[in-house]
């Protein structure tokens, strides 16, 4: 596991909305400042990395808040979303990446 700052709060800790105000601890990182992500992992499309999902004010669903989401390597732009992470005409995280914008690579059956 790799600890990386939070993104939804940007590493302070604090709930960036200030909700229910402005002493609330992030609910992502419960007020740690950085998140634990199991490597190997890409950056969150859905959120642009930002761990905040783009239509409320609540963490990204995609990557949970963390801004990263973890994925096999090598990977290859998602077919579906185009790398953008998101449901074409939805305002949710793309299904076949998961959000990440990106997929692992399938393996080549070189049999
Ligand atoms: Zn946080
Ligand atoms: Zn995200
Ligand atoms: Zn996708």
Redesign the pocket.
């Known amino acids: 596991m790799k600890k990386v700052k939070c993104a939804f709060c940007q590493g302070t800790g604090k709930d960036p909305f200030e909700v229910p105000s402005e002493l609330s601890t992030c609910q992502v990182c419960a007020g740690h400042k950085e998140v634990e992500v199991k490597p190997p992992y890409a950056k969150c ?1 859905f959120c642009n990395g930002r761990g905040i999902n783009p239509n409320s004010r609540l963490s990204c669903s995609a990557c949970k808040g963390h801004g990263v989401i973890p994925i096999k390597r090598p990977v290859e732009t ?10 074409p005409g939805a305002h949710l995280p ?10 692992s690579k399938k393996e080549e059956n070189t049999v």
């Open positions: 499309a998602c077919p579906v979303c185009a790398g953008r992470g998101d449901s793309c299904l076949e990446c998961k959000g990440a914008g990106v997929i």
